[in-house]
Structures are given as structure tokens and as C-alpha cells.
């Protein structure tokens, strides 16, 4: 996850149901998130005063009050308002508008595809914090990329890449658990619509698999999907 102070960006999530949050919560780790999880509106109300959170995930129907209802509430306790997506099996279009009124940035009906997921959480940040986008530190436990000074290292050694590589990796990263088509990375990465092109693709993934030891037994899986593309995750 980037920062600019090597400090993770910090999730709250309010989800009663402890499987799916537990799915959830999965998925914000592998992508490099710090998150806290609650299963009342109390508990995160207690919690909130003391916690700077860069992004909320809220369900909207709780065991001891609704989600819209806490939204309210940490609205009168803070002047500055972290953003805030609900994550909500209530897809009602009046649902909708009510919470979008009363403040939330977005809403994302269950059940919602780790990709969908991640999408809005990073366009979000990337609206609500200019320094997600900016920053120049990008920290990933022991690999870290400093975009300003074209840097690489890994478990404190610089590992040399090439400024395509480079590129490659650091989209890779900010994208974890996100299917990314070989033709997307072309015209990312490349700038290129050429369907041919593609196979630069498969090579530039096969040296940064091995540069950046991007393998199960150091914690990382680049996987390519037939047909479809690549997904770099966590390994279990």
C-alpha cells in the first residue's frame, strides 16, 4: 500500500456477519490495508474518537443500530469525516439516495467481487487523499518501490529493474487480488492498444516473478489466468 510516511492506510469495516467479514478483511489484508473489523455500531463508535481511519466500510443493518444511523453519529463527533462506502445486501434505490444524501461517498451492493471491491476503494481514495496517488514511498513489507527516485528494494537490497519493470510491479501492487488483462497492462504500462503486443506482457511477468522472488515460498503468487490475464496475491 502506498504512503508517504511508510504508514499503511487504515480500514474500518462494520459487518455483523462474521464469515463474509472475515472474507472481506482477507481481502483488504492482501492488499496491503491495515484493518480494524466490528461487529456492532457501539463498538466502533467507542473506537472511533482514538482512531485515525483513512476509509469506512459500512454494512447497513446491525445487531444494535443501522448503519446510516452511525454514520450520522460520527458526523456530529468529527468536523473531518474519513470516506465512507457501504457495503450493504439492501439495494433498494431509495436506500441508495438516502445514504448518498446523508454523506457516504459510495455504495456497493452484495455480494460484491473482490475486484469490484478493490476498484472503489482505490477510485475513492484516489479522489478523497491526493497523496494515495502522490505519494512516493510505496511499502509492501519487505519489498518497497520509491516511484520518485525509480528505486526497488527488496528486504532492504535495491533490486534492479528496468523502467517497464518497474512500472509493471508497481501497478501490479496497487492492484493485489485484481484480475488485470494482458491488453489492460498494455495500455497502462505501455500506452499500447496492439493486441500483438501482448507478449511483452508474458516476458516483463517473468522476470519480475523471479527479480522480486513474486513466488508462494516468499509470501506472493503471480498466477496467470488462461485466457484472461494476471493476478498477483498474498500466498497463504
Known sequence: MMTDVNRKQKIAFLDDDLAYAETIQE????????VDHF???LDFLRKFPNSQYDLCIFDWTLP???GPDVMVSIKLRSNKLPPIIFLTGRSEEDDIVRVIESGADDYVVKPASRQMLMARINALLRRTQPEYTNATICDFGGLKIDTKQ???LLDGEEVKLTD????????????VGVLLSRTHLMQVVWGS???????????????????LKL?????WKLSSIYQQGYRLERAE
Do not use: C
Open 193 to 211: 492498444t496492439a493486441d500483438v503486443e501482448t507478449r511483452k506482457v508474458d516476458v516483463h511477468v517473468s522476470h519480475l516473478r523471479t527479480k
Open 164 to 175: 517497464k519493470e518497474l512500472d509493471l510491479a508497481w501497478y501490479f501492487l496497487r492492484n
Open 150 to 152: 525509480r528505486l526497488v
Open 39 to 41: 461487529a456492532t455500531g
Open 64 to 66: 444494535d443500530m443501522e
Open 215 to 219: 513466488t508462494p515460498e516468499f509470501g
Open 27 to 34: 481481502w483488504l489484508s492482501e492488499a496491503g490495508f491495515d
